[in-house]
């Protein structure tokens, strides 16, 4: 009784950590990867990232809907208050210091007085006396007047911060209310996590229900008795228990690992599965699983060998996956090894008639394939493949999985805005310099860098100077008088100038509603441009400047292709790894057959891979790990000689048939990385099945 109240406040616990950790689970692709190269542009890229994570805007056709959405948005109280108030203190800030280097100081009075009673002008005479203030245009966007909104050639732009604590469901209905207005564009990372967890969400639950499902008809099929549902408590405790600690120990997790981990469910049923196929058309004794903790220890550790490589990669969303197999795994073998038993006490499976048919057919087809005959068509076809022009590299872009509707609006923006992946970092004093100089050789076109437009503090106490000092020339009092104004009221307005409060980038930059983030990472400035020509020229300009040129796609690509080769170099090493162990334990001869059967698998799945067309991405290749892993324990099943023939080559189905079925039912998933992963599984799987089932056979 004891052991079963333990093993219920293990439930009990870790579905309660599910509970309370739910919101760790996020849905950003980008997020999952460790990027491999520049550390300065790493830093760059991911500032940039956690700054616009709770942006959150509109473009709208409609000048009037414009106004209603904006409305809508501020009643909705899921955004920061902080907007555009005080604009007016920029004064020094914003006022472009390029007007006060003409020839003659009396110039930009005369200008300024010019534009006085200009109904165009930004600002009111009393907030801006002097139309100091000059609104720099950003990312294909300018200032309208009328509106007090940015706009772009075709739409009116609105942007707002959400809260950090925001209300989920309140911000997708916001979504749903403004996208009910015509021809009106919405850009969130928020409303983009939210649509991807929901999916996900959906596929984990579809994709477990049909995983199960299928598992469960294979064994009705194979077992002829419907208490072997009872192998669903195995599942729902493992999978509750590997996630609830994976929550715990994690401080994010992928929801794309909770869909993957839906295919756990075959190779959580593989310890129940060599307990039942050895002693299968017995009664069950509750004893009999003494004899099995040697194999179910072996088991757990080949198996999790192979998510363990999984460690050597810098890609996050496997180290999560791997956690939440290895402890499933370990919360199933110490379930079916305690408990499993007492539930199936005296009861009696075995084979049906149309299985037992089937599986005879099964034997009679693999007993005539000769294992040498299919290494050297193999090989001539991997010799005839590596002489075609086959795609190895690898896309982020194949990994983001937008709905129509949200990929469209992302489309727009990215042509409105003309957002670009690539940019410059530089020493922030050097970037002006920089920029003329890539101008000068045309390899730099609509350069944007906020120093360009923000003053420091020493500049702005050089135009207060300037104000200051041309407050006592009477030329520049007559230009005011002219126009009505009392010398009284005009000193006043010069005074405010030279009495105004410096304010600093930061300061500034949070009246204007704009994290430091997008700018500045370390002492580097960012400096962002419509298009970079890279050649010589560009690259000796940087260097001189010690520049750094980032491209953000073409680096997390780059890194991708990478960590492919070291996949490929962690399969060999685990193979390696494999030959030593298993020739210690059994011989080295018998441990060269193993280990050649199980790159012989990995060959063939490449081969099959190519012939279909299908990208070897990382996830394949990851998936070819976890199944050599897999294979092992399969191919130890087929050289255990206390088990007839039959008796080995059921329980290598038994076992491999749920994993491949749990694995294949990923193929269904919308994300290419699930598809990739659950399709390289199953397939290496199904493969690996056959061989050993040869290998039994042969071993006979």
Known sequence: ????????????????????????????????????????????????????????SVLVKDRDDAKKIDILIKQSDLFDKNSVKKIDDLKLVLFDKRRIDEPKGIDFFQNSAKSLFDINRNFSINDDFFSMISLPKMANTKFDIETGFLKTQNFYLLNYKLNQDYDEEKLINLYKDIKKFKNTHINSSQIYNLYAKDTARNESLKLGLLSLGLTFLFMIFAFGDFRIFYILLIVIFSLICGLGLTLLIFDEVS???????????????????????????????????????????????????????????????????????????????????FIFPDILRNAKFKKSYIFNKIFHFYIKVISKIKIKVLLIYALILLIFISFLNVNLNDNIKNYIKLPQNLEQDSYIFSKELDLKSDFLLVDKFLSNTLVLELKEKKLIQNPFFITNFINDIKTQNDIKDYFK??????????IYENLGFQKDEIDSKFKEIYDFKTMDLNNSLKILGMDIRNFFVSDKEIIKASSF?????????????????????????????????????????????????????????????????????????????????????IFVLFGFILASAAGIDYMLFAINENLDKDERIFGIMAASFTSILSFFTLIFSSTTAVFS????????????????????????
């Open 1 to 56: 009784m004891k052991k079963y109240i333990f093993f219920l406040s293990i439930f009990i616990f870790f579905g309660s950590a599910i509970f309370v950790n739910f919101h760790k689970f996020n849905a950003d692709i980008f997020s999952l990867l460790d990027l491999n190269i520049n550390s300065i542009s790493k830093l760059a890229i991911k500032s940039q990232q956690e700054a616009s994570k709770f942006d959150f």
């Open 255 to 337: 929801f794309l690992s909770l869909v993957i981990s839906t295919s756990l469910i075959g190779l959580i049923v593989d310890y129940a599965m060599h307990f039942l196929s050895a002693n299968l058309e017995k009664n069950y004794k509750k004893e009999k699983i003494l004899n099995f903790y040697k194999i179910f220890f072996v088991a757990f550790l080949i198996t999790s060998s192979g998510y363990l490589l999984f460690f050597l990669s810098p890609m996050k969303f496997l180290h999560e996956i791997a956690f939440i197999s290895v402890a499933s795994l370990f919360f199933s073998s110490i379930f079916t090894y």
């Open 469 to 478: 000092k041309h407050s006592l020339n009477p030329n520049i009092i007559k």
């Open 533 to 617: 020509v890279k050649n010589r020229d560009f690259d000796e300009i940087l260097q001189k400047y010690n520049a750094v040129y980032v491209n953000f796609i073409f680096d997390i690509n780059k890194n991708l292709n990478s960590i492919k080769i070291q996949a490929i170099f962690i399969k060999f090493a685990g193979l390696i790894v494999a030959f030593i162990a298993l020739g210690v334990f059994l011989n080295f001869k018998l441990s060269l057959k193993i280990v050649s059967l199980i790159l012989l698998s990995s060959i063939l799945s490449v081969i099959v891979f190519v012939i279909l067309g299908l990208n070897l991405d």
């Open 677 to 700: 992963f659950g399709l390289g599984v199953s397939l290496n799987l199904f493969i690996l099945m056959i061989l050993s089932s040869i290998l039994s056979i042969k071993s006979h």
